[in-house]
């Protein structure tokens, strides 16, 4: 085996990774957790701090990886990265995720003057950039590093606003159409810039949930977007990505699939054994340990729990499986129990799996 070992593992997460992917035996299901900004005070900062410094974004992620020895780490430019280097403005409170302050477009007259950006150069995605680079010169020997870019749809709408968004679904559809195309071409380029250092995107959407849209809308407003996204990261990297969708997702599932998203990472709302009746015979499935009431709030009995419940449906899916939260960790989750999550993973995800533990 190659370097970094644990002493509770035989494999390094990118060798787990690989015997996943290709069907060969692994020691422990892989297990990534969704961790994001809650973590911070693992490197003495706040938020706001972290936000701005690509040196404090890669220090955290080594911190994290190096403590717990989860499957995946990487940093940004999450939901909003792509819609502020175009001009929407974001709040960033010390100790709480940031959030959209002022979106651009105030009036479809103006879409035209939105512009078409330079990853090298534009609002924070140097940061973001340097520090994949600097995060993957730390620990990309061992552990596979990505960057999660908000979707066509989630970035159109901290462009617009969400709640002006699904009024325009209903009352201008045209124009947002050319809202999208102008989201869309702009993701493609962080897309690109990602692919010229070697750091495979992940695409979270959360405004195409199913709790917002229609199934109509989403194939309308979403679909098509989303997938020129994936067709973009298959041509540059030769493999899919994982696609995230937060809420209600079950009536859209054969649609992301439809994507061709190699991985869906589905809510805590959602059943993983229904998943993997509707769609596990054509993605993997990723999931979904309750992120508020079981990481933030329970117990260690309580992540055990769940996390023999979560393998226990999903142990025999056709396509595999991954281990994770159903949404990013919530600011104050005690660090505490990442590591239970992944003493869980150990115990219960450990292969051959011992099926007598997950009754």
């Given at each position: 085996m190659g370097q970094a070992k644990t002493r509770f593992e035989e494999m390094t997460p990118k060798e787990r990774f690989e015997a996943f992917l290709t069907g060969k035996d692994m020691d422990r299901i892989l297990c990534c957790p969704i961790i994001g900004e809650a973590a911070v005070s693992m490197i003495g900062t706040t938020v706001a701090k972290f936000c701005h410094s690509s040196d404090l974004m890669a220090e955290m992620e080594i911190t994290l990886y190096k403590t717990f020895h989860h499957d995946s780490v990487g940093v940004g430019p999450d939901l909003f990265g792509i819609a502020e280097a175009m001009g929407t403005q974001l709040e960033y409170p010390e100790h709480d995720v940031p959030?959209?302050?002022?979106?651009?477009?105030?009036?479809?007259?103006?879409?035209?003057?939105?512009?078409?950006?330079?990853?090298?150069?534009?609002?924070?995605?140097?940061?973001?950039?340097?520090?994949?680079?600097?995060?993957?010169?730390?620990?990309?020997?061992?552990?596979?590093?990505?960057?999660?870019?908000?979707?066509?749809?989630?970035?159109?709408?901290?462009?617009?606003?969400?709640?002006?968004?699904?009024?325009?679904?209903?009352?201008?559809?045209?124009?947002?159409?050319?809202?999208?195309?102008?989201?869309?071409?702009?993701?493609?380029?962080?897309?690109?810039a990602l692919s010229e250092i070697g750091i495979k995107p992940s695409i979270p959407e959360p405004i195409a949930s199913g709790t917002l849209l229609s199934q109509k809308q989403f194939k309308a407003f979403a679909f098509p977007y989303l997938k020129r996204c994936v067709d973009r990261i298959i041509e540059r990297f030769g493999s899919a990505p994982t696609l995230h969708i937060c809420g209600s997702t079950k009536r859209l599932w054969q649609d992301m699939a439809d994507t061709g998203a190699r991985t869906l990472s589905l809510d805590n709302l959602e059943d993983l054994e229904n998943a993997k009746k509707e769609v596990g015979h054509r993605v993997i499935l990723m999931g979904n340990v309750k992120p508020m009431e079981t990481m933030k709030y329970g117990t260690r009995e309580d992540i055990f729990n769940e996390v023999k419940e979560c393998i226990r449906k999903t142990y025999d899916s056709p396509k595999g499986y991954i281990l994770s939260t159903g949404c990013q960790l919530p600011m104050g989750t005690p660090m505490e129990n990442v590591s239970y999550l992944m003493e869980a993973a150990r115990t219960f995800g450990s292969y051959p799996f011992d099926l007598g533990k997950l009754i």
């Open positions: 959030y959209v302050s002022v979106p651009i477009l105030r009036d479809y007259k103006d879409l035209d003057k939105l512009p078409l950006i330079n990853p090298q150069k534009d609002g924070r995605l140097p940061l973001f950039l340097e520090a994949v680079k600097r995060l993957d010169h730390a620990v990309g020997k061992e552990v596979g590093v990505g960057s999660s870019v908000g979707g066509p749809l989630t970035t159109a709408a901290a462009l617009r606003g969400t709640e002006e968004l699904l009024k325009d679904m209903i009352l201008c559809p045209e124009e947002v159409h050319r809202l999208m195309e102008v989201s869309t071409e702009n993701v493609l380029k962080y897309i690109d």
